[in-house]
DNA sequence: GCGCCAGTTGATAATGATTGTCAAGAGCAT
DNA sequence: ATGCTCTTGACAATCATTATCAACTGGCGC
């Protein structure tokens, strides 16, 4: 019931679900922080899975490639995401990594009119917001 | 008189505007866009400058920290460039690399809300557009 | 149910950007 | 000039990430 989902967004993404893949998967549904391959890896072997580092990280690479997750640059290491498929911005605290997601018209207006103004093609944006959250305050 | 003002900005950063530092500072100045410690290197010393690899990193990050530069993420290695020093935001070139800096009352107004609404303290914020610019089209 | 085979895994080695080390060198105040 | 502290840079060490490649597996055809 609770894997059924998971294992077809695998499908979906053109990725076998296999046993690595649908622990990994699993564990990034429920959680609202941003996670690192080497975190996450600790996290499923203490929790008793089995897994291999290198498997984390393809996983990961590949979920985010087929847009299933957010990539986070934290201190000059990568933390995935499973983020809403539609575009939207982030609010991230910096105490425990917890992020919102946010969606503005207000930025995506602003967006193309700079673009335009300077000529410029737009082939991407990012707008995030770090804080600290209300429960690590 | 044109070394006169980097090694100003220097000594203000409490630096000592030795050669290697102002040469780092001089060749930024000028550039339109975000440079890598590694091309950094390789361009001034073939420019004819005695300069180390390990000192182009120190200076960069020296001057970042004091904020003279500002850092981009470039395919997981780090980018400088001499940034103005009120705040702003970003238009990046994925093609040359060049930045256009950009002021947005809008996008500052959403990002208090938008942490307001949360509860979020805000510690900083980024908000970067991608694309290409008319020149390399 | 079984065999096949392309897709996967994972221990290990390799990569490559960044940082640590430390002896030699260079600002700058006296 | 002298001294003292800050700086440099060749080199070694880190460490996240990626490449290898032989062993393993999911799912289709039989
Ligand atoms: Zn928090
Ligand atoms: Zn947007
Ligand atoms: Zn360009
Ligand atoms: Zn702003």
Same mark, same amino acid.
Request: glycine residues 0%.
């Given at each position: 019931m609770t894997? *059924?989902?998971v294992a077809q967004a695998l499908r979906d993404a053109g990725l076998r679900p296999t046993r690595q893949r649908l622990s990994v !998967?699993?564990?990034l549904r429920d959680r609202p922080d941003a996670v690192t391959a080497q975190? !996450? #890896?600790?996290e499923l072997r203490g929790a008793g899975a089995s897994i291999g580092l290198t498997t984390v990280y393809r996983t990961l690479t590949a979920l985010?490639?087929?847009g299933l997750l957010d990539v986070f640059t934290r201190d000059s290491?990568?933390?995935? *995401? *499973?983020?809403g498929t539609v #575009? #939207? #911005?982030h609010l991230v605290c910096e105490t425990c990594n917890k992020v919102e997601e946010l969606s503005a018209a207000e930025v995506e207006d602003w967006v193309h009119h700079a673009a335009d103004r300077h000529g410029f093609e737009v082939t991407g944006h990012r707008a995030d917001i770090f804080g600290i959250c209300s429960e690590c305050r």
């Open positions: 894997v *059924r989902p !998967l699993q564990s975190d !996450l #890896h600790a985010a490639d087929a290491e990568q933390a995935f *995401r *499973r983020c #575009h #939207h #911005h």
